[in-house]
Each structure stands twice: as C-alpha cells, then as structure tokens.
C-alpha cells in the first residue's frame, strides 16, 4: 500500500523566503511526527500531533517554524523568513495509533531536501 | 532530557562478516528502541524494534539485544550482504514529557560491506 509521501522533494529558496513543506501519512494514521535532519546527523524531533491536534512543539527551532494537520490527515510545515540554517532534510513519520503498539512503529517519508541560499 | 549514544560512526566489514552497533541512552525510563536503516536520499526504514520487557529480539540475520540496567541497546547483522550498505540509526522512546511518542535518535553509523 502506499507509504508516507511528502513534496515537494526538493525545494531551494532565497534568505528570507517563505517555504511550506506537505505530508500526505498512511492513510487512517492517527499520529503525525515532523524531523528535522541535519547532514550526517539523526533525525530531530519538531513537532506531534494526534489526529487535528498538535500536542506537542516542543522541538520547533523558532516561531519562524509552523506546522498544521487541520483536518486530521495532511500536514503542513511551514517555514517563515527563511535562514540558512535551515537547510536541512525535513521528515515526515507517521503511525496508526497514538499509545501501546500501535502507536511504537513510525513510518517514514523520503523527506524533503530545503537549501536555503 | 534524553540522549542517545551511538558508537562507532563508521563500520566497514567484508561480506559474509558480522557487523555490531552499540547505543546508549541517558533516560531509565525509556520503554521502546527501534533501528532504522536510511540509504542515501531516502527516509528512515525500520528493520527492527524491541521493547523494554524484552531482553533480544531476532528476524532473520538481524538481532537486537537491550541491557536495561547498563541502559545499552545493540544491533547484530550476520552474514552481511552488499545491500546491507546504509546508514544505520538506533533510537530511544522517552516516556516523561506527555502524551508524545517521539523519538530521540543517535547520530548513525555508516555501514559499508566490502565484496
């Protein structure tokens, strides 16, 4: 079946730019995670949310960094005034449920690459 | 907060070898640890998990073995294999905090398996 997507794959953007990065989870997935991923590092939790509701933040860099999953399924990360510091991969995982084994197993995205110039 | 721990960075062994990557994490109370695998311009796969009231899990010629009270976890892959090649994570679940699941991931170990 099909797994986690994200788009755009990649995306370079200008100092400055605004920049929103899309999430498509399995589908009927209850938790959505956000990973930032620096090169040669291992993934960094941003952000949580169970169903429409974003429990926890906590690892959002800045307020320059948003994210949204209004209707429970699609998410969104966006980025406000773009620096280069965040060029980075940006993960996108999802699992079916939010506690005991369903919720342990997180599926993956192939990410999105943002070079910021 | 959490801390995961993973050692060596990089791995390279000849077909057919064992490969072993050791981690370490900081919070007692972390209750599951799953591996990925992540091949270049990809996303994180997951090969295998184990959870804390398990001491070694094993799927084929991948093993996971967790010393809770060391707090260590590792990764065994026998007979390795060319395709084996990729960037290795292990990371930990933290349960203080709330509700979240999310979890915190060492820095990889780059495995090349020579033929």
């Known amino acids: 079946g099909a797994g986690v997507s994200q788009s755009p794959r990649y995306k370079v953007a200008k100092r400055g730019q605004d920049v929103a990065l899309r999430c498509d989870p399995i589908s009927g997935h209850v938790s959505l995670f956000w990973y930032q991923q620096a090169l040669g590092q291992g993934p960094e939790f941003l952000t949580y949310?169970?169903?429409?509701?974003?429990?926890?933040k906590s690892g959002l860099p800045s307020d320059r960094f948003f994210a949204e999953r209004p209707e429970g399924s699609v998410s969104t990360l966006k980025i406000q005034r773009t620096q280069q510091e965040d060029s980075a991969v940006y993960l996108c995982?999802?699992?079916?449920?939010?506690?005991?084994?369903?919720?342990?197993?997180?599926?993956f995205g192939p990410g999105t690459r943002l070079t910021v110039l | 907060g959490e801390n995961v721990e993973q050692h060596p960075s990089t791995l390279s062994v000849q077909e057919g070898d064992s490969a072993v990557i050791k981690c370490t994490y900081s919070d007692s109370a972390s209750n599951y640890f799953p591996w990925y695998k992540q091949e270049l311009g990809k996303g994180p796969q997951l090969i295998i998990d184990i959870r804390s009231n398990v001491g070694e899990k094993k799927d084929q010629r991948i093993a996971v073995t967790l010393n809770k009270t060391a707090k260590h976890f590792s990764l065994h892959i026998t007979e390795t294999q060319p395709e084996d090649s990729a960037v290795y994570f292990c990371?930990?679940?933290?349960?203080?905090?709330?509700?979240?699941?999310?979890?915190?991931f060492g820095t990889g170990t780059l495995l090349a398996v020579q033929p």
């Open positions: 949310f169970q169903n429409e509701a974003q429990l926890d």
């Open positions: 995982a999802s699992s079916l449920g939010a506690v005991g084994v369903k919720g342990d197993t997180q599926y």
């Open positions: 990371a930990a679940r933290p349960l203080g905090g709330g509700a979240t699941n999310k979890l915190i």
